[in-house]
């Protein structure tokens, strides 16, 4: 994961959007890290740069302004692939997959559109009279 530096602008709106938003920030403990003793969100004491993965995936795409400005790019510009799960930039309207996945399944689906056309039986010639 890359580290994504922040100023203290972002810092101050990233604690007030966890303190709000993070359903894994209660009274400022991360439930993610407990282990039956309490633990301060590291995300809350750390001021530099973004170190939740939670927080980067499920919290900071609900601020679309934040996101762009610290990130760079906005939610809309990113996707999860349908079938490997990975994070991947947006290149068309309806993209649903990464680029591999994508080559793999345009071949499934043509391998797929192949074989049933193969298979089909062709209803004129079996009505037509033999020669």
Known sequence: MQKLKLTLKQ???IKTMIKSRCCNCYQGNCLLLD???????PQLITPSHIICR???DCVLPSDN???KSVTGQSPADTIVCAL???KTERTGRN???????????????????MSAKRSRVDVYDALKPPK
């Not at 993209?95 to 559109?113: H, I, L, Y």
């Open 95 to 113: 993209q649903k997959f990464c680029p591999d996945c994508a080559k793999k399944n345009q071949r499934q689906r043509n391998a797929e559109f």
């Open 84 to 86: 490997c799960g990975r």
């Open 65 to 67: 302004a934040l996101m």
């Open 35 to 41: 282990d039956g003793d309490t633990h301060t969100c």
């Open 54 to 56: 939670y927080f980067l």
């Open 11 to 13: 810092f101050a709106e």
